[in-house]
């Protein structure tokens, strides 16, 4: 056992850029496990500056100066931003109060309709429904005492989220204008023997800027073809059911499903088990399938596939290391786990 433990580290680490790769990921893993809180503002403009580098790269074909696009782009994109969260932000928050004011009355309601459900199925005891519903009500009392600490604590948040629209615009601004300086000087300052890690780079780098645009389109889309035919549909707090839709996409498979019951539970509380929840349902199943089958292949068609298992251990493993940037980074994080094991350095002549 121990000679093939030996032979096994000679094959794979033996080649000084595997050393050196082992490292290079060791350190930023690191880095981005205890610094990633202080880090958000920094992680917040990598993420709009791969959004934002594909028109700007187009700019450049067509004979533009750099620094001239970088301008344009990032004024229209502020731009955009700001009216669209005025236009979309007050009634959002109405919605959400809306829906906090209502909770109780949903909650005597669906205690109705469990309450009646012994009668039915006997195997369900009263006993169980009130546990069930004691919980709830537990629940939304913390969910409350939640909110209430949240809105005590605003000014803090206020003033954190200044410092982050004074920040992250600033920080967008330099690592497009002068990504090719700032690669060039962490270029500089990393080992000679480093061309696994280059290839890694280039290969990462191509599926990141890739997924981070189709996200942005992919949530964008979903979130207003949702809203549209909710709205349509006579959909009480579309906006908000339609936000959640759009947000399920960065988790795939799990997160249609855990929209799905509160579309499901809102159309039940304002229609009851008729017809027009049950058209709600299938216009709800008929966006999951498109996004599933159409938009997200289209978006997604020069990001590399992967196994839904894979993804959804991704989800599990990096969510739980790295909260909110672990999911939204799942699939390319499981795309640079993969890019790793097929490029990784190793002496093909040594046999286990």
């Given at each position: 056992?121990?000679?093939?433990?030996?032979?096994w580290?000679?094959?794979?680490?033996?080649?000084?850029?595997?050393?050196?790769?082992t490292?290079?990921l060791l350190?930023?893993?690191?880095?981005?496990?205890?610094?990633?809180?202080m880090?958000?503002?920094?992680l917040?403009?990598?993420?709009?500056?791969y959004?934002?580098?594909?028109?700007?790269?187009?700019?450049e074909?067509?004979?533009?100066?750099r620094?001239i696009?970088?301008?344009?782009?990032?004024?229209?994109f502020?731009?955009?931003?700001f009216f669209?969260?005025?236009?979309?932000f007050?009634?959002?928050?109405?919605?959400?109060?809306?829906?906090l004011?209502?909770?109780?009355?949903y909650?005597?309601q669906g205690q109705?309709v469990?309450?009646?459900?012994?009668?039915r199925?006997?195997?369900?005891?009263e006993e169980?429904?009130?546990?069930?519903?004691?919980a709830a009500?537990?629940q939304v009392?913390n969910?409350?005492?939640?909110?209430?600490?949240?809105s005590l604590a605003s000014?803090?948040?206020?003033?954190?989220?200044?410092?982050?629209l004074v920040l992250?615009?600033?920080l967008v601004?330099?690592?497009?204008k002068?990504?090719?300086?700032?690669?060039?000087?962490?270029?500089?300052?990393?080992?000679?023997?480093r061309?696994?890690?280059?290839h890694l780079?280039?290969d990462l780098d191509l599926q990141?800027?890739?997924?981070?645009r189709?996200?942005?389109w992919?949530?964008?889309?979903?979130?207003?073809?949702?809203?549209?035919?909710?709205?349509?549909?006579g959909?009480?707090?579309?906006?908000l059911?339609?936000?959640?839709?759009g947000?399920?996409v960065?988790?795939?498979?799990?997160?249609?499903?855990?929209v799905?019951?509160?579309?499901?539970?809102?159309?039940?509380?304002?229609w009851?088990?008729g017809?027009?929840l049950?058209?709600l349902?299938?216009?709800?199943?008929?966006i999951?399938g498109l996004?599933?089958?159409?938009?997200?292949?289209l978006?997604?068609a020069?990001?590399?596939n992967l196994?839904?298992v894979?993804i959804?251990?991704?989800?599990?493993?990096?969510?739980g290391?790295?909260g909110?940037w672990g999911?939204?980074f799942?699939?390319?994080l499981?795309?640079l786990?993969?890019?790793?094991?097929?490029?990784?350095p190793?002496t093909?002549?040594?046999?286990?």
């Open positions: 056992m121990l000679a093939m433990l030996r032979l580290h000679r094959r794979y680490f033996s080649d000084p850029q595997a050393v050196i790769l490292f290079l350190f930023f893993a690191l880095v981005l496990h205890f610094f990633g809180r880090l958000t503002p920094l917040t403009a990598i993420i709009i500056a959004l934002l580098e594909g028109p700007i790269a187009w700019m074909e067509q004979g533009i100066r620094i696009g970088v301008s344009l782009v990032l004024l229209l502020f731009l955009l931003a669209g969260s005025f236009a979309v007050p009634i959002l928050w109405n919605q959400i109060g809306d829906l004011r209502e909770l109780p009355r909650l005597t109705q469990l309450l009646a459900l012994p009668e199925y006997p195997l369900i005891s169980q429904v009130r546990e069930v519903v004691t009500r537990i009392g969910l409350g005492q939640h909110v209430l600490a949240i000014v803090a948040n206020i003033i954190t989220l200044l410092v982050y992250v615009p600033f601004f330099f690592l497009l002068d990504k090719k300086l700032i690669l060039g000087w962490i270029s500089l300052r990393l080992p000679r023997e061309g696994a890690a280059q780079w280039r990141m800027g890739n997924y981070v189709g996200k942005f992919e949530i964008l889309i979903v979130g207003a073809f949702t809203y549209v035919c909710f709205f349509l549909l959909v009480e707090y579309a906006l059911l339609a936000t959640l839709t947000l399920s960065l988790v795939p498979y799990v997160g249609a499903v855990v799905t019951f509160p579309v499901a539970l809102l159309g039940y509380f304002q009851g088990a017809g027009e049950f058209w349902m299938v216009v709800y199943a008929v999951q996004d599933g089958n159409v938009l997200n292949p978006l997604f020069k990001v590399v196994h839904p894979a959804i251990a991704a989800i599990l493993v990096f969510g290391l790295w909110f999911v939204f799942a699939i390319p499981a795309t786990v993969n890019a790793v094991i097929i490029c990784w190793r093909p002549d040594l046999q286990v």
